[in-house]
């Protein structure tokens, strides 16, 4: 299995482009999610998916968009991007936390490094 | 609103010691998880210890356990017989269940160097 992974690893923007950010998981799992981390402030959820083809809001959605038309992938998009989104992203993935059966763990992608000039 | 705070951004110990990370957190929710990920430089997350808020007896993996206060809202992370390859930043978060709405909430972080 490769568990979680992402793609790019590395990427810089100037300002007002855009770009997607492409996670994928091959583990079944229905949850997914993406994290932004920035220096001092640990990891923050910016959108979350809980399975195909839903959508939600996390703590810092503003300026990015989602996509899950598949189970195993899950599209974060920029679509003007801003030095402000300079971060570190993160994709993670699980299984559904109410089934007590499974363990709780978000498995996590390598991550994107993203430079918005 | 959830909150998980870490006081201690930074922390050291000298190996084959013993070091705690606190972590504080708080929530509404009678139903919940805790979470101590270890980010190393490679920068790839990874799952510590977890903790079930409905079970009283604290977690244990191997040379880590946890002292889980549910009444204070505290959770720190023991870390017995330091090793150098426990060097990393280390994570506490929470989970809710909230059908649909399960979330994890991260704290700062705690820089934790090892001493040879």
């Known amino acids: 299995n490769a568990g979680v992974t992402q793609t790019p690893k590395f990427r810089v923007l100037k300002t007002g482009q855009s770009m997607t950010l492409l996670c994928a998981q091959d583990?079944?799992?229905?949850?997914m999610y993406w994290y932004r981390q920035d220096p001092g402030m640990g990891l923050r959820l910016i959108h979350y998916?809980?399975?195909?083809?839903?959508?939600a809001k996390g703590e810092v959605p503003d300026g990015y968009n989602v996509s899950r038309l598949k189970k195993q992938n899950f599209l974060l998009g920029l679509e003007s991007a801003a030095p402000s989104q300079t971060s570190v992203y993160f994709c993670?993935?699980?299984?559904?936390?109410?089934?007590?059966?499974?363990?709780?763990?978000?498995?996590f992608g390598p991550g994107t490094r993203l430079t918005v000039l | 609103a959830q909150t998980v705070t870490q006081s201690q951004p930074e922390m050291s110990v000298q190996e084959a010691e013993t070091v705690t990370l606190s972590c504080t957190y708080d929530?509404?929710?009678?139903?919940?998880?805790l979470f101590w990920y270890k980010q190393p430089p490679s920068r790839q997350m990874i799952l510590v210890i977890r903790?079930?808020?409905?079970?009283?007896q604290n977690a244990t993996e191997n040379r880590f356990s946890v002292n889980f206060q549910k009444a204070a809202k505290s959770f720190s992370l023991k870390i017995s017989d330091s090793q150098l390859g426990d060097a990393a930043m280390y994570f506490c978060?929470?989970?809710?269940?909230?059908?649909?709405?399960?979330?994890?909430?991260f704290g700062t972080g705690t820089r934790l160097t090892i001493i040879p």
């Open positions: 993670a993935s699980s299984y559904s936390p109410r089934l007590l059966t499974r363990n709780n763990e978000q498995f």
């Open positions: 583990m079944n799992h229905e949850y």
């Open positions: 998916s809980v399975g195909e083809g839903t959508t």
């Open positions: 929530t509404s929710e009678s139903d919940y998880y």
């Open positions: 903790q079930e808020a409905y079970k009283q």
């Open positions: 978060a929470l989970l809710r269940l909230n059908f649909g709405n399960e979330k994890l909430t």
